[in-house]
Each structure stands twice: as C-alpha cells, then as structure tokens.
C-alpha cells in the first residue's frame, strides 16, 4: 500500500466518520457522476499485483450498485446523462457506470450483476485490443517483473541491471517503470521498450490481447444488450497529447469508423486513455467536440456539476478502484466532498 493510498483512504475514512460529506453535499450541489471501473473479476493470491487498483471483485461490485440504489440515485446511461445535462433535468442525482478498454471479464462478471439489476452501462473499446493487434504493454510489464528475479533495461541510454527479487522489489521496481514510461516523449517508444523486454523474457504480447480483452464477437453480443452503449477509446490507447493534431482526429476518426464497422453503429461517447492532464487536453477536448463525440470522459477526479454542460468533452470521472473496496465510501465519492478537497473547490477543470 503506498502512501498516496494510505492519504487518499484516510481522507476518504475522515470525511466519512466526521459526517462532513453529508454537510458539504448540499453546499457543493453535484448533479451526478460517472463511475469509471476496469476490470470486475474474483480476487486473485499473488502478492505481487501492481495492477490491482484496476480491478474490483463482482461481490464488492454488487455491494456498490446496492449502496447507490439505496440513496436513491438514478442509474443511467450516458445518452441520458447527456440529456439531464443539457435540459437541466436535475431531480434526482444521477451516475453512470463506465468500463474503459472492453475487458472480457466485463462480460463475464460485471454485466451479469448489471443485467440482473437493469443498470445501463457503457464499455470503452480501444479498437486494436479487440483486433488482437493492441498492447497491454502495462501487464506485459507486470509480467515480466513477477517472472524475473533480475532483467537489464536501457533506460535513458544507459544500460541498468534491475533486481527484482523479492516482492516488496518488484512493487518498487514496477510503480518506478511505469511512470518512467508514461513520461516518454512518444507512445511508440513505450511500445517499442516494452515489446523488447517482454520479448526477450518470453511475454507473448500479442496473446495478452487474446486472454484478456473481448473480441469483436463478444463485443457484437453484449452490444445487442439494449442496456449496453459501446463508446470509442481510440484504436491504439493512445496517449493523444503526445501526438500532433493529424494523429489525434486519425486515432478519434479511425476508432469510430472501426467500431461503426463492427457493430452497425457509430459510438458517440468517448473515453480519452490514461485520461490524466499529460494525456489528454484542451486540444484533445476541442478536437472530440469538433468531431461530434456527444461526450467524452477523462480520469480527473470529480463529479458532475450543472456548469459541465458547456464542457461534454471535458467530463470527470469517479473512479471504483481496488484499492478502496469499501462501499462506506461510495456516498463520499459520489458527494464531490472528496474531490472538491482533492481539486481546491475548483469545480469544472477543462484546461
Ligand atoms: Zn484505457
């Protein structure tokens, strides 16, 4: 557990026993929220799970929508988020639930609960994930680390030897490669590292795809759902500031024209990958209006307010997140209490 997480849940625990979330609902006045998961699938033993705060167990999942329907906030989908949005229909509060990536445990363990509950939601497809041509180069990373007691990597044009033997390394070791390579100039030097590493240490990349993400003909099945909206996530999960402005309406146009093929119709939502400030923009925003995205989703904390009407492309998320699976924080999430510590008070940030 880092110390980002022991701050973040001693905030959220904090707000939760002093009651303050319930005093601050009012005075902050959110409208709503978008959920924002990944992966619903049961608890796994290793010890070694960089990746987990990605993930959250159908149990806790259920809990979650059972916790939401008891304070009475409606559970939408985005098309009608946009529309209480839009005509200012704010009666009752409102959340949406989204899965970025079209992970197949989605299907398997997430819709069956949703179904059963009829909850509409929506899952992110980045479209070269269900082609099997994508790459989970952040599980090719774990994987490499959890198999390894020692690999070499050239980082910065230096040649490092990496020892990884016990687990509390190999934490250190992965949480330090991942925001080394988020911070690269390009996605394809990402890639490129990546592949390399996993290549050299026997992670088959290309299966990643496969055992992990729906493919087209899974992705047909839960789209006929009527519950079910399919938004685009780029093809490549791209981390879109990073490229020149050609690249971002090529990664947007390209996705929608991909899925539109797929599936006999054109996604309107979107959800920008890693979605954090260095990923996506103004420009990214402007660029998702001006292709007509009916709205789009980052990953910067927050809830909805009546003001984000004029900011669709902009819209904050909540995340559901392993690391916190503890239905006694869902009413100070969905409060905006959390958040509006965590973004000093500011209540719409599209910059
Ligand atoms: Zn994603």
Same mark, same amino acid.
């Given at each position: 557990?880092?110390?980002?997480?022991?701050?973040?849940?001693?905030?959220?625990?904090?707000?939760?026993?002093?009651?303050?979330?319930?005093?601050?609902?009012?005075?902050?006045?959110?409208?709503?929220?978008?959920?924002?998961?990944?992966?619903?699938?049961?608890?796994?033993?290793?010890?070694?799970?960089?990746?987990?705060?990605?993930?959250?167990?159908?149990?806790?999942? %259920?809990?979650?929508?059972?916790?939401?329907?008891?304070?009475?906030?409606?559970?939408?989908?985005?098309?009608?988020?946009?529309?209480?949005?839009?005509?200012?229909?704010?009666?009752?509060?409102?959340?949406?639930?989204?899965?970025?990536?079209?992970?197949?445990?989605?299907?398997?363990?997430?819709?069956?609960?949703?179904?059963?509950?009829?909850?509409?939601?929506?899952?992110?497809?980045?479209?070269?994930?269900?082609?099997?041509?994508?790459?989970?180069?952040?599980?090719?990373?774990?994987?490499?680390?959890?198999?390894?007691?020692?690999?070499?990597?050239?980082?910065?044009?230096?040649?490092?030897?990496?020892?990884?033997?016990?687990?509390?390394?190999?934490?250190?070791?992965?949480?330090?490669?991942?925001?080394?390579?988020?911070?690269?100039?390009? %996605?394809?030097?990402?890639?490129?590292?990546?592949?390399?590493?996993?290549?050299?240490?026997?992670?088959?990349?290309?299966?990643?795809?496969?055992?992990?993400?729906?493919?087209?003909? %899974?992705?047909?099945?839960?789209?006929?759902?009527?519950?079910?909206?399919?938004?685009?996530?780029?093809?490549?999960?791209?981390?879109?500031?990073?490229?020149?402005?050609?690249?971002?309406?090529? %990664?947007?146009?390209?996705?929608?024209?991909?899925?539109?093929?797929?599936?006999?119709?054109?996604?309107?939502?979107?959800?920008?990958?890693?979605?954090?400030?260095?990923?996506?923009?103004?420009?990214?925003?402007?660029?998702?209006?001006?292709?007509?995205?009916?709205?789009?989703?980052?990953?910067?904390?927050?809830?909805?307010?009546?003001?984000?009407?004029?900011?669709?492309?902009?819209?904050?998320?909540?995340?559901?997140?392993?690391?916190?699976?503890?239905?006694?924080?869902?009413?100070?999430?969905?409060?905006?209490?959390?958040?509006?510590?965590?973004?000093?008070?500011?209540?719409?940030?599209?910059?």
């Amino acid at each position: 557990m880092s110390v980002k997480h022991t701050i973040v849940r001693a905030g959220l625990e904090t707000l939760y026993f002093s009651g303050a979330h319930m005093l601050m609902r009012r005075f902050l006045g959110s409208v709503g929220a978008v959920l924002m998961l990944h992966h619903v699938r049961p608890a796994r033993r290793d010890r070694f799970q960089p990746n987990a705060q990605l993930e959250v167990t159908p149990q806790f999942f %259920e809990r979650v929508i059972r916790r939401l329907r008891r304070a009475k906030v409606d559970l939408v989908s985005l098309d009608e988020m946009h529309r209480r949005l839009t005509t200012r229909d704010f009666g009752d509060r409102f959340a949406c639930f989204t899965f970025d990536d079209g992970y197949r445990d989605n299907k398997e363990w997430a819709f069956p609960i949703l179904k059963a509950a009829g909850v509409p939601f929506t899952v992110y497809v980045a479209t070269s994930f269900a082609d099997r041509l994508g790459k989970l180069w952040w599980v090719a990373l774990e994987r490499v680390i959890a198999r390894n007691a020692r690999f070499a990597l050239v980082m910065d044009g230096e040649e490092r030897r990496i020892e990884c033997a016990t687990v509390a390394e190999k934490r250190e070791v992965f949480e330090t490669l991942y925001w080394w390579l988020r911070a690269r100039p390009t %996605e394809q030097e990402v890639l490129d590292i990546v592949s390399d590493l996993a290549a050299r240490h026997g992670v088959d990349m290309a299966a990643l795809c496969g055992e992990f993400c729906m493919d087209w003909r %899974e992705i047909n099945e839960l789209a006929r759902d009527p519950l079910v909206t399919i938004g685009a996530h780029t093809v490549n999960h791209a981390m879109l500031a990073k490229g020149s402005d050609g690249a971002v309406r090529n %990664e947007l146009k390209m996705s929608r024209a991909v899925i539109e093929a797929a599936l006999g119709k054109a996604p309107a939502h979107l959800a920008y990958p890693y979605g954090d400030p260095t990923t996506a923009g103004a420009r990214e925003f402007r660029i998702a209006a001006e292709l007509g995205f009916r709205t789009a989703v980052t990953t910067r904390p927050g809830v909805l307010y009546p003001e984000h009407a004029e900011h669709m492309t902009a819209l904050p998320r909540i995340s559901i997140n392993g690391m916190f699976q503890d239905t006694r924080y869902i009413p100070v999430l969905m409060s905006g209490a959390a958040t509006a510590l965590w973004n000093g008070f500011k209540r719409v940030d599209a910059a």
